[in-house]
């Protein structure tokens, strides 16, 4: 497939401290015990997406995820590794590595994605309808895993401030409206000239964008170069093209031949429109021909482009690894209901195959257990993943948390919804409670903490 | 209807002894109160025009009839009387199982009066269809009946069921091919909730605002732009009530079923039912009329067709839809085409041509005259060589050799066009006299037929007339006798919306051209406009000038649409401006501003409205602006109390020329000069506001500049005050 993807893997995302560092990039965040990005990868192999540049923010991170990519998917994956400043927004890390773009169409992927949802389908969708984007819509995972805490009785306007309101044209296929909730305030103002040009528009709000785009390259340069004020994809480039869709003005200082790729929409010649109404299956014009036609039904005097929607069943999996509790979160789906995207990453077992456990010890169900931890006697794993290498003492209680590599934890210690990242010295009896353990730390014996996020002082 | 009942009786609730006991009943509006069909409907009330050769009522009891409602109550307003002599006449007194009671009023001037008054009579014990005299349909009710009543069962505040069909739109014109304006509504797709409804296309231009809350409720809501309403209501009781208890619901869409949508105190809810395969629609206006005479003729609404329904008269159908009674003296050179209708007893003459039309019954055609799309009612003579183009000519006109009707004309009753007279397009000719008090007062929204009611017996007036018809007093050429109206100021643009004549291509091209600027605003405005703030980074560039503006944060904003509608509302209905300032003052009360806000926010909204007031040049831009400011000035005034307010009025002005209205930026100095012409502003307040600005920066100074001038003459004009 003529498709290059860019995979937006960030770098040190503030929301996730104290769990990312130098060392660990958030692309590498173990998710059951693999770096984060391997899902997306794995997903994209599987669709024979294989022309990659992966977008790491920083220098130094770029080393480390470069590394680790040359290590892992090296002759399974043709990967580029660029590194972006930091802070420059997802359109803004598009822009500067644009010139390295050169296919017909663009996927744009966030690299934190852990999602079962077929980016080959998404292209293909793309590629159907010949569409100027393609966001990737997935419904709104039930058990929330993107509102932080647990709270169940949530304010109702409150969970609008999270999700999306999506317009879609009848057939779901078109794009007609985007608007995050969060910038909504008190109520939502739907454009009715595209309404006019469509005659009805689903509007939902059970919806959410799964950070997967799928962009005509010509498009995407042209609007990130003519808005320069535009800084992320979602909610700058998206939104505008959605907007201008029936007038397009991406499109309009483009030479009328179309010779770049064919990157017109609907071009002054009528063959081509005829092809893309084929493509779109479409025996009728769709709204977008009809609304660029003139009265005299002539040759289209103005251009459209379409923005296409793709919608994931409501069983596919789809979170984004960009919160703390997004982290629990996929660990426990990803060992637990979920546990489908791991089959083939990895031929491993949910624990490892050289676990070394002690007498009574029980690991319980959705937990994993890394290569070369050893657990000590009469020690309990609940719902819980252990990286390698780990060493824990007798006694222990590990529930619903997460223990990255190279973790030692003393006798008797208690580990409840915690996130204890590598290198960790947990004396013994410890006690943690909704904890985040940065990366070294060292917990003294006996010490008892709840809630809080502990790391070393950044030298 | 009665299979239904019977599966309805053996369930055990208290609902089925009601069904079981109360027939079907329905109330049928005889009274539009709407003053679309002028002059026409000054004489004869519109539920008995001909609409091919029958009257409206009849369509509208007929179907009644067929889908099973077995009494039927008639309210009558205008020409009440009228009604009332024909119903007792007609089949409908002595049907055995349809009971047709009428129900007089002469001092309503509403829907929601009328309903207050059925309430009042308590004859309505269960759910009712309600209706207005002008509908043709041919659907059957039972499906639709049967979902209202479930769900009325379920959930108690289920208390109407719309039918809507759908109907897109034109996207040129933005209205439906009945001539009425675009409606949008959001319903829910699975229960058909109806959550959202707008047929006001001025409100909130570009934008359907949809309440967050109705989101988060509701996790898909489906817009429709598609969608038709057919004016068929299945209500229950309550809605009765609720018409009493809110004493000002007077339109049933504008008032009732918005304030059900908007207030939902009550949590009483409304639902729709849409047809796909039968047909339902109103009359509400001449291009519906045209319309839904055209799907008459080309039977869509059958069985309700001209030879099923005249019954005793026989009228035959013939090849190409064209139908002609038996009596018909046509002839041989002449030529009637397709879909045309020819009544009882008409005589028409050599080479004649009829295309596309309905004659009535008993007129007389001459040779070589040529009608298209014509609705020419009975009893009607046209001499030789005359041409009609998409007219409707009412009983006993006559038109003299060689007369000329362009199309869209309306000739009412008896109305005598002269010889080689032409009617220019779009007239409407009556023997009565335009009604001269101008309908601006507020009264017009409902009255309609206020003149109507205050004039039952319309013979009187014409009696009170014809005495004093000097010959000089027509428009309509030698021998014509009658009035044209005129046009009010304002409406002449927009006559080809709901005329009977097809849209001229030329209006459709306009449109056309005017529809791709405004959508290039519209995406400019995008900027402004877009309460998600996509943009955020654009609206910094513009940010200089408004930061006083920020202070004051949301509740300003609130306060500034709350303003905005209220003039909105106080134009689109002609509130007088004592009350738009009561109003105002209200919210001023409510949103804790002070009357310099009132002043900021009203100005903004009169600019506003003159920016989404069709125009095309500046000049006109200008003269919109002129025409709000001087009609609106009192209201304006009203809040401007001393100098600080006025130069508020002069800095939002400036605001807006750099924002929203950047149109406005090239006509500042004009403007200004209007305003201050028109005493809203008095030169001191100019001049400390050019004053404030003396220090600003550069950027800040644009609109000084431009009006530098101005400022100049002012300065000048204040010095020589002085030295007096």
């Known amino acids: ?459 | 209807m009665g299979a239904q009942k019977k599966s309805a009786t053996p369930r055990v609730s208290e609902d089925p002894e009601d069904l079981a006991r109360n027939p079907l009943q329905a109330i049928l509006l005889a009274d539009s109160f709407a003053t679309t069909f002028r002059p026409i409907t000054l004489e004869r009330p519109k539920v008995l025009l001909p609409l091919v050769n029958i009257p409206m009522i009849d369509y509208t009891l007929a179907w009644l009839e067929s889908a099973g409602v077995e009494e039927v109550f008639v309210f009558c307003c205008a020409h009440s009387k009228q009604v009332i002599d024909y119903l007792e006449s007609s089949q409908w007194s002595s049907k055995p199982n349809f009971i047709v009671t009428t129900i007089e009023s002469h001092n309503s001037i509403s829907a929601g009066d009328a309903l207050r008054l059925i309430y009042e009579r308590n004859v309505i014990h269960g759910d009712f269809v309600l209706i207005s005299g002008d509908t043709v349909s041919n659907m059957l009710l039972t499906e639709a009946l049967q979902e209202h009543r479930e769900r009325k069962k379920k959930d108690a505040n289920a208390i109407m069921t719309m039918v809507v069909k759908q109907s897109k739109p034109s996207p040129i014109t933005q209205q439906s091919r009945l001539g009425t304006d675009e409606l949008f509504m959001a319903i829910n797709p699975v229960t058909k909730q109806l959550l959202c409804y707008e047929d006001k296309a001025e409100y909130s231009k570009g934008f359907i605002s949809l309440d967050k809350t109705l989101i988060a409720d509701n996790p898909s809501i489906i817009l429709h732009n598609d969608k038709q309403d057919c004016y068929i209501d299945i209500c229950s009781q309550e809605v009765l009530s609720l018409f009493t208890d809110n004493f000002d619901y007077q339109h049933l869409r504008r008032h009732f079923v918005k304030g059900l949508l908007v207030d939902d105190i009550m949590g009483y809810k409304i639902f729709t039912h849409e047809i796909h395969s039968s047909y339902a629609a109103r009359i509400d206006n001449f291009r519906s009329y045209d319309t839904i005479s055209k799907d008459i003729i080309q039977r869509w609404t059958y069985p309700f067709v001209p030879d099923i329904l005249s019954g005793s008269t026989a009228i035959k159908v013939e090849r190409q839809g064209t139908y002609r009674a038996s009596d018909v003296t046509v002839s041989r050179s002449a030529d009637i085409g397709s879909f045309t209708f020819i009544g009882q007893g008409t005589k028409i003459g050599n080479d004649t041509k009829i295309s596309h039309s309905v004659v009535g019954e008993g007129c007389t055609i001459g040779s070589n005259v040529t009608i298209e799309g014509c609705y020419i009612w009975n009893n009607v003579t046209i001499e030789d060589g005359c041409q009609l183009r998409h007219a409707i000519v009412c009983d006993g006109v006559i038109m003299k050799s060689g007369a000329v009707l362009q199309p869209g004309v309306i000739l009412s009753f008896k109305v005598v066009v002269g010889q080689q007279f032409v009617v220019p397009a779009y007239s409407k000719v009556s023997l009565l006299q335009q009604p001269t008090h101008l309908d601006s007062d507020e009264e017009l929204e409902y009255a309609d037929n206020t003149s109507g009611t205050g004039e039952p017996g319309s013979d009187k007036l014409n009696g009170d007339i014809t005495p004093d018809l000097s010959e000089t007093a027509y428009e309509l050429g030698a021998g014509g006798v009658g009035y044209i109206w005129s046009v009010f100021e304002g409406v002449q643009d927009e006559e080809w919306r709901q005329s009977v004549a097809p849209i001229p291509t030329d209006k459709l091209i306009k449109l056309m051209l005017e529809k791709d600027e405004d959508d290039e605003q519209l995406t400019q405005d995008g900027n402004v406009f877009s309460a998600s703030g996509e943009l955020k980074a654009d609206s910094d560039d513009n940010g200089s000038g408004d930061d006083d503006n920020e202070d004051s944060g949301d509740d300003y904003v609130f306060f500034e649409k709350e303003v905005e509608a209220t003039f909105l509302r106080a134009v689109n209905e002609n509130v007088k401006v004592d009350h738009a300032v009561l109003e105002v003052n209200a919210l001023r009360l409510s949103y804790n501003m002070a009357s310099v806000d009132c002043a900021g926010a009203i100005f903004y909204s009169m600019m506003k409205l003159a920016v989404e007031s069709p125009h095309n040049s500046a000049s006109e831009l200008h003269k919109n602006a002129a025409d709000i400011i001087t009609k609106w000035q009192k209201l304006l005034k009203s809040f401007l109390h001393d100098i600080d307010e006025e130069i508020e009025v002069v800095l939002k002005f400036e605001e807006m020329c750099l924002e929203s209205a950047r149109e406005f930026a090239a006509l500042f100095p004009q403007i200004l000069h209007l305003l201050y012409d028109k005493e809203i502003l008095q030169e001191d307040a100019i001049l400390k506001w050019a004053d404030e600005k003396e220090g600003a920066d550069a950027a800040d100074k644009v609109f000084l500049k431009h009006s530098e001038k101005f400022i100049q003459w002012l300065k000048e004009a204040e010095e020589e005050d002085e030295d007096e």
């Open chain 1, 1 to 459: 497939m003529d498709f290059q993807v860019v995979v937006l893997a960030g770098g040190s995302s503030k929301n996730l401290t104290p769990l990312v560092s130098k060392e660990l990039p958030k692309p590498l965040l173990p998710v059951a015990n693999r770096p984060v990005l391997t899902y997306v990868l794995h997903q994209l192999e599987q669709s024979n997406l294989k022309d990659l540049i992966v977008v790491v923010e920083g220098e130094d991170a770029a080393l480390v995820v470069g590394a680790w990519i040359s290590g892992t998917f090296i002759d399974r994956l043709h990967v580029e590794i660029a590194a972006v400043p930091e802070d420059i927004g997802t359109a803004g890390a598009i822009r500067e590595i644009s010139h390295h773009l050169t296919t017909k169409d663009i996927l744009v992927v966030s690299g934190d994605l852990v999602s079962d949802v077929p980016p080959g389908a998404v292209a293909a969708t793309h590629r159907r309808h010949d569409a100027a984007v393609t966001a990737t819509l997935c419904s709104i995972p039930v058990s929330g895993p993107l509102e932080s805490g647990s709270s169940v009785g949530k304010d109702k306007a409150k969970k609008l401030g999270r999700y999306n309101i999506i317009g879609l044209d009848p057939g779901k296929q078109f794009l007609l409206h985007i608007a995050t909730g969060a910038e909504i305030e008190k109520d939502a103002r739907l454009p009715k000239r595209i309404l006019r040009a469509v005659g009805q528009m689903e509007i939902r709000s059970d919806l959410m964008d799964a950070h997967m785009y799928a962009f005509k390259r010509s498009v995407l340069q042209e609007v990130l170069e003519l808005k320069d004020a535009f800084q992320s994809l979602k909610e700058d480039v998206l939104p505008y093209l959605v907007r201008s869709q029936l007038k397009s003005e991406a499109l309009s200082n483009r030479t009328p031949q179309g010779e770049e790729n064919g990157n017109e929409k609907v071009t002054s010649l009528n063959n081509q429109v005829f092809v893309s109404r084929i493509l779109a299956n479409a025996s009728i014009p769709s709204f977008h021909d009809r609304s660029s036609e003139t009265p005299d039904g002539s040759a289209p005097t103005r251009k459209t482009h379409k923005c296409c929607a793709y919608i994931a069943s409501s069983s596919s999996y789809c979170v984004r690894l960009n919160s703390i509790q997004a982290f629990m979160d996929i660990n426990r789906d990803v060992t637990g209901e979920a546990d489908h995207l791991l089959s083939g990453t990895d031929p491993n077992n949910n624990i490892g195959p050289s676990p070394k456990l002690g007498t009574k010890t029980t690991v319980g169900p959705h937990s994993m257990l890394g290569e070369g931890s050893e657990v000590g006697d009469k020690c309990q794993v609940k719902r819980s993943v252990i990286g390698r290498h780990c060493r824990i003492g007798s006694h222990v209680k590990v529930v619903n948390s997460v223990v990255m590599n190279h973790v030692t934890i003393g006798d008797g210690c208690i580990i409840q919804g915690s996130v204890v990242c590598s290198n960790v010295q947990l004396q013994d009896r410890v006690v943690l409670k909704d904890c985040q353990v940065g990366a070294g730390f060292v917990v003294t014996a006996g010490s008892e903490y709840k809630a809080e996020s502990l790391a070393r002082k950044e030298k």
